[in-house]
C-alpha cells in the first residue's frame, strides 16, 4: 500500500524525520501561539477604545472571527491531505497569518485606519468607517487562512516525524508534550505580550508578535531537509469519496440484501490494498463497496466504471468514521462556547483590584495565564503521575479512556462558570454599594484573585477535554483522514464561537427590550453579566446530560479507543454482501 511505501522509504532514508525534529515543529507552532494569542488576548479593549465598538459588538465580531479561524481547519486539512501535503500547508499558512498580523499592526500606527476617539462633549461617538473596518477585517481574513491550515495540520505533522518508531509511547507522549509547550506558549503571550501591551502601547504591543511570526515562519523552514514531507493522496479526494459511499449506498437500498455467506468476491478494494470485511457498524452503508455486476460495474483495471454506485471498502469505512464521531463531536460545543466568552472576564478583572505585590499589577488580559498555567501543569502530572498509576488499575495504556477524560472536562467547564457567576454577583453588590453604579472604569475594593479557581478550573477542563477529544478521534478515524481527526476539534470550537456569537446576540437584544438595561452593557456595573454566567452554567449542565445519553452509545476497548457499540445483537459470524438472485 502506499502507506508501506512510505514507512519503507523512511526505514531507508534514517536521517529523516524522529526527535531532532521537534525543535523546529514545536518552535514555529509555539512562536506561533506566543504571537496570535499575544494580539488577541487584548483585542477587546483594543476595539472599543480605536474603534468605538460596545462590549457585545466587539465579543460578537471576535466570536466570528474565532469561528471562521477554526471552521477554516476543515478546508486547510482536506486541502493538506489530498493536495498540498502538511508541510506545505504549514508553511502557507504561517505566511498567511504573518500578513494578516503586519495588516493589524499598521492599524496601530496609521491614525486614518482607526476611528476618531470620542470627546467627552460628544453624545453619540463616530463609528469606524467601511475603509477602515475593511483593513481590521482583512487583517483578520488572512489570520484566519493562516490559523485554518496551521492548526489542524501542524500537530499531525510532527506525528508524522514519529509515525515509523517501534515505541508507542514516544508517540502518546508527543500528543501531551505538544499542548503543554502550546501552553507555555500562551503563558508567554497573555503575560510578557499582553505586559508590552500595556506599558509601551499598541505599536509596540502589535509589532513584538508579528516579529515572533516571522522568526516562526523562518524557524520552520530552516528544518525543512530534515522533514518527511508525507505526499498528498492526489488520485482521491476524501470528501467526494465521502459522498460516493453516500449516494452509492441510498442508489442501492432496494436492490441489494444482506444475508450470511463466507464470501468476500462481492467486495471492491483499491488496488494494492489489503483485503479487508467491511465493520459490522451501519451495514446498510455497505452496500455501496458491493460488486453486483462485474462486467457493468468494473473496468478492465479494477476500478469503478461509475464511482457513484460502486465504492471502495475504504471509502465505506471512511464514511461510518466520520458518522461514528458525530454524536461525540457534538457534546464539545458547550465547553468551547464557556471558554470564549472571554471579553467579559476581561471586563470584570479590569474593574479589581490586581495586584500581586504593592508595586506590580497583573494586566487584566494576562489573568487567563492561570488557565494556561493549570492546563500545563495538569498534563504535565496526568502525563508522568497519574497515567503510571491510573494504568496499573484501570488496564488503560493512558491512564483514563479519552471519553472518561471528556466527562472530567465537561465537568470543571461547567463548576468554573458557576463560580464565575458568584464571584460576578459580589463583584457587582460591592461596586453598587461604592457608589461605582455609573462609573465601569472604576476600581472595586476587591481582589482579583477572587477569579483564580475557576480560571484553573477552566484550564483543568481544557486539558482533559481536549487532549482525549484528539485522542479520540485520531484512533477512530483511519490513517488516511489524520488531519480531518485533528480538524474534528477545532472545527469544534468554530461551531462553539458561532454559536456563542449568536447567544451573546441573544441574549443582549432580549434583555434591553423595553429600554432595560441589557445583561450584556459595556457598564457591567449596570448589566448583569452574572445572570448570563448561571445561563451558560444551566446549558453546561444540560450539555453534561447529554453527553451521558451519546456514551450510552460508545464502548471502550482494552487500548484505550472507542467505537460505537451495536445496539442490537448479533449472530457471531461474519457477514457479507450478495446481490439479488
Same mark, same amino acid.
Given at each position: 500500500?502506499?502507506?508501506?511505501?512510505?514507512?519503507?522509504?523512511?526505514?531507508?532514508?534514517?536521517?529523516?524525520?524522529?526527535?531532532?525534529?521537534?525543535?523546529?515543529?514545536?518552535?514555529?507552532?509555539?512562536?506561533?501561539?506566543?504571537?496570535?494569542?499575544?494580539?488577541?488576548?487584548?483585542? /477587546? /479593549?483594543?476595539?472599543? +477604545?480605536?474603534?468605538?465598538?460596545?462590549?457585545?459588538?466587539? +465579543?460578537?465580531?471576535?466570536?466570528?472571527?474565532?469561528?471562521?479561524?477554526?471552521?477554516?481547519?476543515?478546508?486547510?486539512?482536506?486541502?493538506?491531505?489530498?493536495?498540498?501535503?502538511?508541510?506545505?500547508?504549514?508553511?502557507?499558512?504561517?505566511?498567511? !497569518?504573518?500578513?494578516?498580523?503586519?495588516?493589524?499592526?499598521? +492599524?496601530?500606527?496609521?491614525?486614518?485606519?482607526?476611528?476618531?476617539?470620542?470627546?467627552?462633549?460628544?453624545?453619540?461617538?463616530?463609528?469606524?468607517?467601511?475603509?477602515?473596518?475593511?483593513?481590521?477585517?482583512?487583517?483578520?481574513?488572512?489570520?484566519?487562512?493562516?490559523?485554518?491550515?496551521?492548526?489542524?495540520?501542524?500537530?499531525?505533522?510532527?506525528?508524522?516525524?514519529?509515525?515509523?518508531?517501534?515505541?508507542?509511547?514516544?508517540?502518546?507522549?508527543?500528543?501531551?508534550?505538544?499542548?503543554?509547550?502550546?501552553?507555555?506558549?500562551?503563558?508567554?503571550?497573555?503575560?510578557?505580550?499582553?505586559?508590552?501591551?500595556?506599558?509601551?502601547?499598541?505599536?509596540?504591543?502589535?509589532?513584538?508578535?508579528? /516579529?515572533?511570526?516571522?522568526?516562526?515562519?523562518?524557524?520552520?523552514?530552516?528544518?525543512?531537509?530534515?522533514?518527511?514531507?508525507?505526499?498528498?493522496? !492526489? !488520485?482521491?479526494?476524501?470528501?467526494?469519496?465521502?459522498?460516493?459511499?453516500?449516494?452509492?449506498?441510498?442508489?442501492?437500498?432496494?436492490?441489494?440484501?444482506?444475508?450470511?455467506?463466507?464470501?468476500?468476491?462481492?467486495?471492491?478494494?483499491?488496488?494494492?490494498?489489503?483485503?479487508?470485511?467491511?465493520?459490522?457498524?451501519?451495514?446498510?452503508?455497505?452496500?455501496?463497496?458491493?460488486?453486483?455486476?462485474?462486467?457493468?460495474?468494473?473496468?478492465?483495471?479494477?476500478?469503478?466504471?461509475?464511482?457513484?454506485?460502486?465504492?471502495?471498502?475504504?471509502?465505506?469505512?471512511?464514511?461510518?468514521?466520520?458518522?461514528?464521531?458525530?454524536?461525540?463531536?457534538? +457534546?464539545?460545543?458547550?465547553i468551547f462556547v464557556d471558554m470564549n466568552i472571554f471579553s467579559f472576564s476581561l471586563l470584570q478583572t479590569k474593574t479589581m483590584d490586581r495586584h500581586i505585590f504593592p508595586h506590580f499589577e497583573v494586566p487584566a488580559a494576562s489573568f487567563s495565564v492561570f488557565m494556561i498555567t493549570a492546563l500545563t501543569m495538569w498534563i504535565a502530572f496526568y502525563d508522568r503521575v497519574l497515567v503510571p498509576l491510573l494504568s496499573k488499575y484501570t488496564g488503560q495504556p493512558r491512564g483514563l479512556s479519552p471519553v472518561t477524560r471528556m466527562g472530567i472536562g465537561l465537568i470543571s467547564s461547567g463548576m468554573s462558570i458557576a463560580l464565575s457567576a458568584i464571584t460576578e454577583s459580589i463583584r457587582r453588590q460591592r461596586a453598587i454599594e461604592e457608589g461605582l453604579e455609573e462609573d465601569p472604569n472604576s476600581l472595586v475594593n476587591m481582589s482579583a484573585m477572587w477569579f483564580v479557581p475557576q480560571y484553573a478550573l477552566l484550564g483543568v477542563a481544557e486539558a482533559t477535554h481536549g487532549v482525549g477529544q484528539v485522542e479520540f478521534f485520531y484512533t477512530l478515524f483511519p490513517k488516511s483522514m489524520s488531519s480531518i481527526a485533528s480538524s474534528m476539534y477545532i472545527v469544534g470550537t468554530a461551531v462553539s464561537s458561532l454559536m456563542g456569537s449568536i447567544l451573546v446576540s441573544g441574549v443582549d437584544w432580549l434583555s434591553s427590550t423595553g429600554g432595560k438595561t441589557s445583561w450584556l452593557s459595556s457598564n457591567i456595573n449596570k448589566g448583569h453579566i452574572d445572570y448570563f454566567f448561571w445561563l451558560l452554567s444551566f446549558l453546561s449542565f444540560l450539555n453534561f446530560l447529554y453527553f451521558l445519553v451519546v456514551c450510552r452509545f460508545y464502548e471502550s476497548g482494552n487500548d484505550g479507543s472507542s467505537r460505537l457499540s451495536h445496539v442490537e445483537e448479533e449472530q457471531e459470524c461474519d457477514y457479507r454482501l450478495l446481490h439479488e438472485s
Open positions: 500500500m502506499e502507506s508501506e511505501r512510505e514507512l519503507l522509504l523512511v526505514e531507508e532514508n534514517p536521517r529523516k524525520g524522529g526527535l531532532r525534529t521537534m525543535p523546529f515543529i514545536i518552535v514555529n507552532e509555539s512562536f506561533e501561539r506566543v504571537a496570535s494569542y499575544g494580539l488577541q488576548a487584548n483585542l /477587546i /479593549i483594543y476595539l472599543m +477604545t480605536y474603534y468605538n465598538m460596545s462590549a457585545a459588538t466587539g +465579543t460578537i465580531i471576535l466570536g466570528l472571527w474565532g469561528a471562521l479561524s477554526n471552521g477554516l481547519a476543515l478546508f486547510g486539512a482536506i486541502t493538506a491531505d489530498f493536495y498540498l501535503g502538511r508541510y506545505r500547508a504549514v508553511a502557507y499558512g504561517s505566511i498567511s !497569518t504573518l500578513i494578516g498580523m503586519i495588516i493589524l499592526w499598521l +492599524t496601530s500606527m496609521i491614525p486614518q485606519l482607526k476611528s476618531l476617539p470620542c470627546s467627552q462633549f460628544q453624545n453619540v461617538c463616530n463609528g469606524p468607517t467601511l475603509l477602515q473596518l475593511a483593513v481590521l477585517f482583512s487583517s483578520f481574513g488572512f489570520m484566519s487562512v493562516g490559523a485554518g491550515f496551521v492548526r489542524p495540520c501542524s500537530i499531525i505533522f510532527g506525528a508524522d516525524q514519529l509515525e515509523n518508531r517501534k515505541n508507542k509511547r514516544i508517540l502518546e507522549s508527543y500528543f501531551n508534550w505538544y499542548y503543554a509547550s502550546s501552553g507555555i506558549s500562551t503563558i508567554l503571550a497573555v503575560t510578557l505580550i499582553v505586559y508590552i501591551q500595556h506599558l509601551y502601547g499598541w505599536k509596540v504591543g502589535f509589532g513584538v508578535p508579528t /516579529i515572533l511570526m516571522f522568526l516562526s515562519v523562518l524557524m520552520f523552514q530552516i528544518g525543512s531537509p530534515l522533514y518527511i514531507k508525507v505526499k498528498a493522496k !492526489t !488520485t482521491e479526494n476524501l470528501v467526494i469519496g465521502l459522498f460516493q459511499a453516500a449516494v452509492a449506498a441510498f442508489r442501492k437500498r432496494n436492490n441489494t440484501r444482506l444475508p450470511l455467506t463466507d464470501c468476500d468476491e462481492f467486495y471492491r478494494w483499491p488496488l494494492e490494498s489489503d483485503v479487508l470485511p467491511p465493520s459490522k457498524d451501519f451495514r446498510c452503508l455497505n452496500r455501496a463497496c458491493i460488486i453486483e455486476d462485474p462486467q457493468r460495474d468494473l473496468n478492465p483495471d479494477g476500478s469503478a466504471s461509475n464511482p457513484w454506485n460502486l465504492c471502495s471498502v475504504e471509502q465505506v469505512e471512511s464514511l461510518k468514521a466520520l458518522i461514528k464521531a458525530l454524536p461525540m463531536w457534538s +457534546t464539545c460545543f458547550m
